[in-house]
């Protein structure tokens, strides 16, 4: 449902960050035509919002760029918080200090949407499972909705979701701390992973994990969390979880929960036993993506929906853009665009899928996790390691320090100024059968807006050079 007549009609609404990803856009032509007084404000310079300020061109909204004014805190009626604004910043507190409550775009969709949410968080996968669930929900309930984090707003399609419709929201630490505001978890909430992210903004793993549990913090006794029984934190969250509880796995097994044997996915309830799909079901690589994929089975049986369906589902899907996305074979090299991989625990499981000799390059915008597991891995799985940007000197130190602790040889780091360059040195290096991973273990920010146009960047370059092959 839509917010009720007159709602937002003649409210003067203030949106902190508009984002050249996109990320305000939707909540902006929502409030606009639900008939607000729009401003949005970014500190970001005009040119570098070109795409997001085009899309909104058409609509009566003031833009304050390349600064914020404090007016527009205070002589407001509500200010909405782009969740990428650091917690550091004055101006939030300062609608506070005037009583101009805050809100967010995911609060308003979840107090707006009559749909069944499931909320899915992680610091690893979340996209991919994401994808992966409303692939099979879409099967068995063609009005399933997919968003939150993953890109593109939800809200213009509020009208299209009634009750019972199944509406699969991926959510960072960062909307979660937002929905906290209003004391809100979704009635089917997933946890797939804890791993160090974002210590920039929440400054310890303590911290991180706080602002994660806000998935289920809320949920009440007749309320779901499916949990990750892989990783010892997820699992151990489970004494906090307020409801029940339904667990996954692909090492254990259950006599209540999904687990993975034999190359099967098998959901065990009740002393009853059903395969909900095979392993040759899952098209993506890596194992990691079977872990995926048995997350997104054991969410799929909370709305009833038949293995066979489940299996189709998985069998459809084929990955997202710049997540182990192959993107050229050059000379016998296979080059692979994994731009989302952004923390240390992404390019390890990258590293995982492959078999024969990987030249990585890593580096980028440091979002303060630690390097240390991945430069050990690293050392022994990769053929050499090509490190870029602002935190290739952090990445060198880690480097040198798993070296000087491995008891057998380690591959060479060899540090380059920026991407371009990175990538000249590995063609420099490739030997057929070789592969060339982009699986930078760091944010964009340093060179690139985010991580879909380093992405794009890395495609485009690899696609441009010659070859005698052909993809």
Known sequence: MTSPAGTWQHKRVTIMGLGSFGGGVGLARYLARQGAHVTVTDLQPQERLSDSLNALASLPIRFVLGEHREQDFTDTDVVFVNPAVPLTSRYPDLARQHQVPLDSEINLFVRECCGRVIGITGSVGKSTTTSLLGSILQLHDTRTRVGGNIGGSLLPHLDEITPGTPVVLELSSFQLEQLAWQAYSPPLAMVLNLTPNHLDRHGTMD??????????????????????????????MADRTPGRQLFYSTEATFDEGVYCQDNTVIYASQG????????????????????????????????????????????????????????????????????????????????????????????????????DELARAACHQTKATIVYGATAPKLVQAFELASRQAFAGCAQVIQCTDL???????????????????????????????????GDFFRTWVQNLPDSNGI
């Open 207 to 236: 911290a991180y994990q706080r602002a994660k549990e806000g998935i289920f913090a809320y949920q009440t006794p007749a309320d779901t969390a499916v949990l990750n029984w892989d990783d010892a934190r997820v699992r151990q």
């Open 272 to 371: 009853q036993r059903t395969v909900l799909c095979h392993a040759t079901d899952v098209t993506l690589q890596g194992r990691h993506n079977l872990g995926n994929a048995a997350a997104a089975a054991a969410a799929a049986t909370l709305f009833d929906v038949p293995p066979d369906t489940i299996a189709r589902g998985l069998r459809r899907f084929h990955g997202l853009p710049h997540r182990l996305e192959r993107v050229a074979d050059k000379n016998g090299v296979n080059y692979y665009n994994d731009s989302k991989a952004t923390t240390p625990a992404s390019t390890l499981r990258a590293l995982e899928a492959f078999e024969h000799p990987v030249i990585l390059l890593a580096g980028g915008y440091d979002k303060g996790t630690p390097f």
């Open 420 to 454: 371009e360059a990175a990538l000249a040195q590995a063609v420099a290096l490739t030997d057929p059968g070789d592969i060339v991973l982009l699986s930078p273990a760091c944010a964009s920010y340093d060179q690139f807006p985010h991580y879909e146009a380093r």
